[in-house]
């Protein structure tokens, strides 16, 4: 049973950092897409980062760019986001997704069908 685990999440200030974690189990790391996901209250939940773990190629969403870092540790199994220059607008509830290799699509809404962990509030106050 695929599970993703969530931590790092907080009360940050605009401008500040934070460091997102997601410890994964339960499939061959190396074979699967793995990224992160948000969800502000009434908007629709988003693609922000994404990675093949096997390649290493990667996928940012325009409003991230040069803010955000994704990146992995394969012996470990765990997604890291390194979140800079933190703005209000990225306040939200942020996801970790797994799924089969090139199956995960960060530019959708995201799919029922992928592995979804129970997200980590992350508030960026003005």
């Known amino acids: 049973e695929v599970q993703l685990v969530e931590s790092g999440g907080g009360l940050v200030q605009a401008g500040g950092s934070l460091r997102l974690s997601c410890a994964a189990s339960?499939?061959?790391?190396?074979?699967?897409?793995i990224g992160w996901f948000r969800q502000a209250p009434g908007k629709e939940r988003e693609g922000v980062s994404c990675?093949?773990?096997?390649?290493?190629?990667?996928y940012s969403a325009d409003f991230v760019k040069g803010r955000f870092t994704i990146s992995t540790d394969n012996a470990k199994n765990m997604l890291y986001l390194q979140m800079n220059s933190l703005k209000p607008e990225d306040t939200a509830a942020y996801y970790c997704?797994?799924?089969?290799?090139?199956?995960?699509?960060?530019?959708?809404?995201?799919?029922?069908?992928?592995?979804w962990g129970q997200g980590t509030q992350v508030t960026v106050s003005s």
């Open positions: 997704v797994a799924a089969p290799l090139y199956r995960l699509d960060c530019s959708t809404h995201g799919s029922p069908s992928w592995s």
């Open positions: 990675i093949s773990v096997s390649d290493g190629n990667t």
């Open positions: 339960g499939f061959t790391f190396d074979r699967y897409s």
